[in-house]
């Protein structure tokens, strides 16, 4: 999965429609590898992104909850911590190339 796609099921408040689009877009993007797309082909994604995020909308209102509902605070102090761990290990591995 790509890591910029978020998980958006179970959250509290509700993913937003705009998270929701910016997710789609992002998978299509992904998909057809197309990173800088042209006005054309900028079209087809959005296009193919608002088929993406309606059914998203659809798979999440049809999702049961599990677990304790999500908070984007939480989402971001998860990812604070990750990013501190990887950042400790890049640092780890500087020091041991260097002697």
């Given amino acids: ?3 910029n796609i978020r998980v958006l099921h ?3 408040p509700p993913a937003t429609e705009t998270e929701i689009h910016a997710a789609a877009l ?3 993007r992904k998909v057809s590898g197309l990173q ?3 006005a054309r082909d900028l079209k087809v994604l959005e296009r193919a992104a608002a088929i993406v995020a309606k059914t998203t909308e659809k ?3 049809d999702l049961p909850p599990h677990g304790e ?3 984007r605070e939480g989402e971001i102090a998860k990812a604070r911590v990750k990013w501190a761990k ?3 290990q890049m640092f780890k591995k500087l020091k041991e190339k260097m002697g």
Avoid: G, S, Y
Wanted: aromatic fraction near 10%; charge should be positive.
């Fill in 36 to 38: 800088k797309p042209n």
């Fill in 10 to 12: 179970n959250f509290q």
């Fill in 69 to 71: 509902p999500r908070t």
């Fill in 86 to 88: 990887r950042e400790e």
């Fill in 59 to 61: 798979l999440l209102h």
């Fill in 26 to 28: 992002q998978f299509v």
């Fill in 1 to 3: 999965m790509c890591r």
